[in-house]
């Protein structure tokens, strides 16, 4: 409308590389070192494990598709919020929106802050407990620093998860690789067709949707892309493309990881540790090099602040703020 007030949009400054890295960075995560067991534990065989990997994988596409269609048909920034607001009406998204802001996000970035700045500072205190202040000022730093590169700069926020998405994609390379290796050294027993599903017990239903479940863990963060739609360039040809390329790739990273964990333990010292890449890398007791040089990293990585979370987390507040359920202020902001 001639005269009326300019309507302020979001810059698009998200390519579809940088779509890609968003998508894998927010789902490649500590699930890959957590879930292994239970989805083992629930299945009773290394083949059944595996193909729930690959099911968990086609269940996320799946659930990225039906995302898609929702950024192309509502193509807003806010994820949920936007798509629950314009469907079912404002109360739902204002109870979505403060279940949000006062909750998930806080407390989920807590953890994940307090979590790297103790991998961080284990090194320091090798022998005992980081302090309780040192960790909380360290996650707090970290937290304020990905807080104004994303404040700053959609673009240099971008780069730095790049950064972070290839550092994770190479640490799992780097286990893949290992197997690769025990494989070509004839290390394989356990991925034989007549060891890989022997059952050393019976899954029932509910066994199986368990370990359905804990793969689903792993696989958490599919749909975060959608909260930056507005700043996607050519957010109807980028979306779907970038779901096409990230989900079957970490598909096939998972799948090719547990096969690596099975290739350097057995089942039952798989089944045996609660941080499986751990034990992998412990495994090698003539080499210090690689554990130095894999296992710290790969933890730090893997625990770190995802810069892609807050990120999606900021268009989440700005998509909220342009409604009527907050102050006029925090519009302008």
Wanted: aromatic share 12%; net charge neutral; with cysteine.
């Amino acid at each position: 409308m001639a005269g009326g007030p300019e309507r302020v949009a979001l810059k698009k400054e998200i390519g579809l590389l940088s779509a890609c890295a968003i998508i894998i960075g927010n789902i490649i995560g500590s699930g890959i070192f957590i879930s292994p067991k239970g989805v083992l534990e629930h299945t009773g065989s290394v083949g059944l494990a595996l193909i729930i990997w690959v099911l968990g994988g086609g269940v996320a596409a799946l659930g990225s598709l039906c995302y898609a269609e929702l950024g192309v048909t509502i193509p807003k920034s806010g994820g949920d919020y936007s798509y629950v607001t314009e469907i079912f009406g404002g109360l739902a998204g204002f109870l979505l929106l403060w279940s949000a802001v006062l909750i998930m996000y806080p407390t989920s970035l807590a953890v994940i802050s307090l979590t790297f700045s103790n991998y961080v500072l284990q090194p320091v205190f090798p022998n005992c407990i980081p302090p309780y202040n040192a960790s909380r000022i360290l996650s707090m730093v970290c937290l304020l620093l990905l807080t104004w590169v994303n404040s700053s700069s959609v673009r240099w926020a971008t780069r730095i998860q790049d950064i972070f998405t290839a550092g994770k994609l190479l640490a799992l390379a780097l286990i893949i690789t290992v197997g690769f290796i025990q494989i070509f050294k004839g290390n394989y027993e356990e991925l034989t067709l007549s060891k890989a599903f022997n059952f050393w017990m019976t899954p029932s239903v509910g066994h199986l949707a368990l370990a359905f479940l804990q793969g689903s863990f792993a696989f958490s963060g599919w749909n975060f892309l959608n909260y930056v739609t507005e700043e996607l360039v050519d957010p109807c040809r980028n979306l779907p493309r970038a779901i096409f390329i990230s989900i079957p790739l970490v598909t096939f990273v998972y799948t090719f990881t547990n096969i690596a964990y099975f290739t350097a333990m057995s089942p039952q010292e798989l089944l045996s540790s609660n941080a499986v890449a751990v034990v992998m890398f412990l495994w090698c007791p003539r080499r210090p090099f690689a554990k130095l040089a894999c296992h710290d990293p790969c933890q730090v990585l893997y625990t770190h602040p995802s810069p892609a979370c807050l990120l999606s987390g900021h268009s989440y507040h700005h998509a909220c703020w342009r409604h009527v359920h907050t102050n006029q202020l925090c519009v302008i902001y």
